[in-house]
């Protein structure tokens, strides 16, 4: 796996991580902003044909 993905499936773990936490806090404002940031992660990974799932996404 090449640095970018690498840092790209970590930047989607983090994201994931900081929506989740804004949720259960009620931070409704910050987990739209979170969705937002991951939907753009996503759309990158794909354009680039990186695949993302569960498995993809888990920690190492």
């Known amino acids: 796996m090449d640095a970018f993905t690498a840092g790209l499936l970590q930047r989607i773990r983090n994201t994931e991580s ?10 409704d404002f910050l987990a739209e902003v979170e969705q937002a940031e991951l939907e753009d992660l996503h ?18």
């Open 43 to 60: 759309r990158l990974a794909a354009e680039h044909g990186v695949q993302v799932g569960s498995s993809a996404t888990a920690p190492a």
């Open 18 to 27: 900081e929506m989740h936490h804004a949720r259960e806090s009620g931070d």
